[in-house]
């Protein structure tokens, strides 16, 4: 059974940094995708970053230059480094799996596994 576990969400200024992390647990596929969406109430799933186990990496234009998604593969994690976090990255923030390689990392449909997610909240 595959389980996805974000955590280090929080509360930060404007200009912060903040970490999250993705524990994933039985997922086990060598060939595989991962990324990370948001979500704001009253809005659509958007996909973030994403990274294939070829490294290859995918950001939306909102977060690049701010944002590095990477994962350690002996600890079966994945990671977002935020930096310079803005209030419109205010949002929900998902971590997702999938068990091939995603020509769209960033389209959620693509996915197979979700974690329940982790907020993150940056005030002006």
């Known amino acids: 059974q595959v389980q996805l576990v974000e955590s280090g969400g929080g509360s930060v200024q404007a200009g912060g940094s903040l970490t999250l992390s993705c524990a994933a647990s039985?997922?086990?596929?060598?060939?595989?995708?991962m990324g990370w969406f948001r979500q704001v109430p009253g809005k659509e799933r958007e996909g973030v970053a994403g990274i294939d186990s070829d490294g290859r990496t995918s950001y939306a234009d909102s977060v690049k230059g701010r944002f590095t998604i990477s994962k350690d593969n002996a600890k079966n994690t994945l990671y977002l480094q935020m930096n310079s976090l803005e209030p419109e990255d205010t949002a929900m923030y998902y971590c997702a799996a999938s068990r091939v390689l995603l020509f769209r990392l960033l389209q959620s449909r693509g996915y197979n596994y979700w974690g329940q997610g982790t907020q993150v909240t940056v005030s002006s």
């Open positions: 039985g997922f086990t596929y060598s060939t595989n995708s």
